[in-house]
């Protein structure tokens, strides 16, 4: 697994289109999924009183659509699909959706936490994306890629030499 990539937001081309300011020079290729993020307050450690570093709240994640040299384009993934009728759904959206950490049913909501009121934080306003903010790339794991593309690949070579004829 390689080491995540830290970046920045460098520009917003529009609301579908952002420029991040890590390309080839540091290992961004197209297809890296990455996540967008704002930084907040220092979270202290209850124990030690030490800082445990900067909340981050997402607030998009996105794949690299084309890389140069020192940034890549990035965009939210479109899931294409025609309407489920028989509760079944494509592959593809499923993968696309697991790998942008979307599990289960959209209506599902969080399972609240008994917490003590006077502990919470609140959850500060999330801010729209904005030049500057954070991305980090999110490591695929194996089950993740799109049916192990390399797979497939040898697979395709594979066919295309049997029906090929005999020299």
């Not at 520009?11 to 930084?39: K, M, P, S």
């Not at 890549?72 to 499923?94: H, N």
Request: glycine share 8%; hydrophobic share 35%.
């Amino acid at each position: 697994m390689k080491k995540p990539i830290e970046a920045r937001v460098a520009a917003i081309i529009d609301d579908t289109t952002v420029v991040l300011n890590a390309g080839y020079e540091q290992g961004v290729r197209e297809g890296d999924l990455f996540v967008i993020f704002g930084e907040h307050e220092d979270i202290m450690d209850p124990l030690s009183g030490n800082s445990l570093g900067k909340w981050e709240a997402v607030k998009a994640r996105v794949v690299a659509t084309h890389v140069q040299e020192r940034m890549c384009t990035v965009r939210a993934p479109v899931i294409r699909e025609k309407a489920v009728t028989d509760g079944t759904r494509p592959l593809s959206a499923l993968m696309i959706e697991h790998s942008l950490g979307h599990y289960g049913p959209r209506s599902e909501e969080w399972q609240r936490l008994e917490v003590r009121q006077h502990d919470m934080s609140g959850k500060p306003r999330l801010q729209p994306i904005a030049v500057g903010d954070g991305a980090r790339s999110l490591p695929l794991e194996p089950e993740d890629t799109v049916a192990g593309k390399d797979d497939a690949d040898q697979t395709a070579k594979a066919e295309n030499t049997a029906d090929a004829p005999e020299r």
